[in-house]
Antibody
């Protein structure tokens, strides 16, 4: 079955960096685009970024453009999110999710918590 | 960016009730709308894709309708396991956006 396992979260000071990983298994990783979505405490779901199946196309929400970079290693079945210049408002649980084209995000991981605080 | 506005934000209902949640898009998104269910401590679950297609394994009491800018999620007879927060999300263009959510609680 499809499994997505995020890691790399933790507590970090404002302005610092963190890299999240998402290990995928149970499906053919290199034919699916992948997303990062986050949920801040007490808030709703917030779409962060998408990368195409081969890594050639990347899209970001405005609030993270220039600070976050989505990438993937298809040889390792792993998705990444490099987060630089972190801000307190980036505090959230970060989820990776598999893209099913125009149908939506059909499989999600359990999330990893990122806390940005001094 | 496309804004999605859900109504209501909060809904109190009883088991057996018929429940309808509305999602309005700030511009035409054709049928590229998905609905998700979110329970505390669990990952979001895709319920409905392309406005009205039920994901495999989702109970038939869930249904979706609409196109363009107005969409609805209906639960025909609310069950105890349906108390959760529901989100709409558009897949028409980037950035992909979610509605603010509708929390369905037990009356």
């Amino acid at each position: 079955q499809v499994q997505l396992v995020e890691s790399g979260g933790g507590v970090v000071q404002p302005g610092r960096s963190l890299r999240l990983s998402c290990a995928a298994s149970g499906f053919t990783f290199n034919i699916h685009a992948m997303h990062w979505v986050r949920q801040a405490p007490g808030k709703g779901l917030d779409w962060v970024a998408l990368i195409s199946y081969d890594g050639s196309n990347k899209y970001y929400t405005d609030s993270v453009k220039g600070r976050f970079t989505i990438s993937r290693d298809n040889s390792k079945n792993t998705l990444y999110l490099q987060m630089n210049s972190l801000r307190p408002e980036d505090t959230a649980v970060y989820y990776c999710a598999r893209d099913d084209g125009s149908r939506g995000l059909d499989n999600w991981g359990q999330g990893t918590l990122v806390t940005v605080s001094s | 960016d496309i804004q999605l506005t859900q109504s209501p934000s909060f809904l109190s209902a009883s088991v057996g009730d018929r429940v309808t949640i509305t999602c309005r898009a700030s511009q035409d998104i054709s049928s590229y709308l998905a609905w998700y269910q979110r329970k505390p401590g669990k990952a979001p679950k895709l319920l409905i894709n392309t406005a009205s297609t039920l994901q495999s394994g989702v109970p038939s009491r869930f249904s979706g309708s609409g196109s363009g800018t107005e969409f609805t999620l209906t639960i025909s007879s609310l069950q105890p396991e349906d108390f959760a927060t529901y989100y709409c999300q558009q897949n028409n263009n980037y950035p992909r956006t979610f509605g603010q959510g509708t929390k369905v609680e037990i009356k």
